[in-house]
């Protein structure tokens, strides 16, 4: 029953997605400073693990009812885990996420509680607020930890540009989830495809996606990333091309998962021209 119960509160931090910004925070790190692997990079690992997963839990705290229609075996709406220690949860990974970074530096310290402050206000306020200011908030704290790994090694200048990339393939994808949930979201959120329609928000997700696939040999071009990123991206771009064309055929849950898939092959073109 405990290890059943444990399971549920890994479970709703989704380790996964928590793991994706660790990771782009070493690369972050990687593309930096030729000396990444330091005790400073393995804390900011935990930071943004820990603090990406406290805003899947707020989340699903704040999405209660809407994961009951668009997810109801989630956590929350199946009723494994109470709203109330749900709510606890999440404040308390926070604040030890905030912790850790303490011991980083003061800059490091600075983006953990700003994240962790805009993840709460984005669950809480700026989801329901609707359009795609939602989208490019999202799209901001999916892109920072590449910052985060610049900041940890001081160097955060030379990351933007991934940043940038990253950016633009999650803001598709996140227009993409909002198409995948519509039914569910029509009823509580003005969303872009609530907004704007379907086809109309199809056309700017591809139109994201596709600039980041035009903007990525730009890294090599510009000496920030080795010709071992041109290469490992390509197969990146290649997955963001036939995501966006089969969002034409309106199958937005199929290819949400298509450009997740391309954004983690391009967290190891990042790593691969980094090094």
């Known amino acids: 029953m405990l290890g059943c119960c444990l399971l549920q ?8 997605n928590c793991f994706m910004a660790g990771t782009a925070v070493i690369v972050g790190a990687a593309v930096a400073s030729e000396t990444f692997f330091t ?48 709510h606890l949860y999440a404040l308390g990974v926070f604040a030890v996420g905030v912790l850790v970074s303490i011991f980083i530096n003061r800059a490091a310290l600075l983006i953990a509680a700003f994240n962790s402050v805009l993840l709460y206000a984005y669950a809480w306020r700026i989801k329901k607020s609707g359009g795609i200011s939602k989208n490019f908030t ?35 994808r996140e227009i993409i989830k909002d198409i995948e949930d519509l039914e569910g979201d029509r009823k509580v959120i003005k969303t872009l ?41 390509a197969l990146a771009d290649a997955i963001f091309v036939y995501a966006a064309l089969k969002l034409r055929s309106k199958r937005a849950r199929e290819t949400q998962k298509l450009v997740k898939l391309g954004m983690l092959f391009g967290l190891v073109a990042f790593l691969a021209g980094g090094l």
């Open 39 to 86: 005790t400073d990079v393995y804390l900011a690992f935990l930071v943004a693990f820990l603090v990406c997963g406290a805003g899947n839990v707020i989340n699903d705290y704040f999405d209660f009812e809407i994961d009951g229609i668009n997810n109801p075996s989630r956590p929350l709406p199946s009723g494994k885990i109470s709203l109330g220690a749900a």
């Open 193 to 233: 495809p609530v907004e704007i329609g379907i086809e109309k928000s199809a056309t700017l997700a591809s139109t994201f996606i596709l600039a980041a696939v035009i903007i990525s040999p730009l890294p090599y071009i510009l000496g920030i990333l080795s010709i071992n990123y041109l290469a490992a991206v």
């Open 9 to 16: 509160y890994i479970n709703i931090l989704r380790p996964f």
């Open 138 to 172: 999202v799209s901001y704290l999916a892109a920072s930890p590449f910052l985060f790994g610049g900041v940890v090694v001081g160097n955060a200048l030379v990351t933007l540009l991934l940043a940038l990339l990253a950016g633009l393939a999650n803001t598709g």
